[in-house]
C-alpha cells in the first residue's frame, strides 16, 4: 500500500490499484506546496466529518474525478445537493463493501458540522479491511475505549492519528489509542498546520519509540509504502 501525505489531514492511499483520497483540504491549505489540484486522483474520497478543514475541496475533485465519495448519510446529503451523484451514504457501525475491500465507520469523539454551522452528523472513523492489507482512519477523534474494539475486526497494518493536540488527541493520548488497537505502525496527521497544533516532532517520534513502537511522519507531498 501506497501511503501519500499531503499536509494536515489530507493524504491518499493506494491500495489494489484504487486510489482513496481523504478529507481532501488543499486550497487553503498552509502545507500544500507544489500540488496541482486538477492532478489528484481519486476512485474514491472518504470524509471523516464535515469541518471546512477536511472537506474543502472535495465537490471540485469528486466532479473532475467522478469518485465515490464515502461519507456520513447528512454529508453524502449534502454532496448530492451540489451534484454530487456519487455520494454513498453510512453511519456508524455499517460495514460496506467496495472493489478494493471493505471499510467499516466508527466511532470518533469530535463534532462534525459545514462551514455555515449547519448539521453535518456524527464524525467518524474508518475501519479498512483489504487483501493488500487493513488499516484505521481515526479522523479528527479524542481517545476513545471504542478503539479497543477494532482488534476485533481487524489486525491492522499501520493506523493514521491526529497528533496535534487541542482539538484531537496529542502525541501522549496517541500513544495510548495505538496500545488499544493493537497497533504499531502509526501515521501522524493534524499537526503543525497553525501555531495552535504545533508540536515537537522529534520528541514526538520519542515518546512512540519509548512505548516500542513507529511513528511515521510523512513530509507534504511525500509517499512512503506500508
Ligand atoms: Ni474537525
Ligand atoms: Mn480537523
Redesign the pocket.
Known amino acids: 500500500m501506497k501511503f501519500t501525505f499531503y499536509g494536515h489531514a489530507t493524504f491518499s492511499i493506494e491500495v489494489g490499484g484504487k486510489q482513496i483520497l481523504f478529507d481532501p483540504f488543499f486550497t487553503g491549505n498552509p502545507l500544500v506546496k507544489d500540488v496541482d489540484i486538477e492532478k489528484i486522483k481519486a476512485d474514491y474520497i472518504f470524509l471523516t466529518?464535515g469541518?471546512g478543514?477536511?472537506t474543502g475541496d472535495v465537490v471540485a475533485i469528486a466532479k473532475r474525478t467522478g469518485a465515490v465519495v464515502v461519507a456520513a448519510a447528512e454529508i453524502a446529503t449534502w454532496l448530492k445537493s451540489m451534484g454530487i451523484e456519487k455520494a454513498h451514504p453510512v453511519n456508524h457501525g455499517g460495514p460496506s463493501t467496495f472493489d478494493f475491500g471493505k471499510a467499516r465507520p466508527v466511532n470518533a469523539i469530535?463534532?462534525s458540522s459545514f462551514s455555515d454551522g449547519s448539521y453535518a452528523g456524527n464524525?467518524m472513523g474508518f475501519v479498512f479491511t483489504t487483501p493488500q492489507g487493513n488499516f484505521y482512519i481515526a479522523g479528527?477523534t479524542a481517545l476513545t475505549m471504542d478503539m479497543q474494539l477494532i482488534p476485533l475486526w481487524a489486525k491492522l497494518n499501520f493506523a493514521v492519528f491526529p497528533i496535534g493536540g487541542n482539538?484531537t488527541m496529542d502525541v501522549e493520548d496517541a500513544v495510548h489509542a495505538a496500545d488499544f488497537v493493537k497497533c504499531d505502525t502509526i501515521v501522524g496527521t493534524h499537526y503543525n498546520t497553525w501555531p495552535i497544533i504545533q508540536i515537537d516532532t522529534e520528541k514526538a517520534k520519542a515518546d512512540f519509540a519509548a512505548a516500542r513502537k513507529k511513528l511515521l511522519l510523512p513530509a507534504p507531498g511525500e509517499t512512503i509504502e506500508l
Request: aromatic letters at 12%; glycine letters at 0%; zero cysteines.
Open positions: 466529518h469541518h478543514d477536511h469530535h463534532s464524525p479528527d482539538y
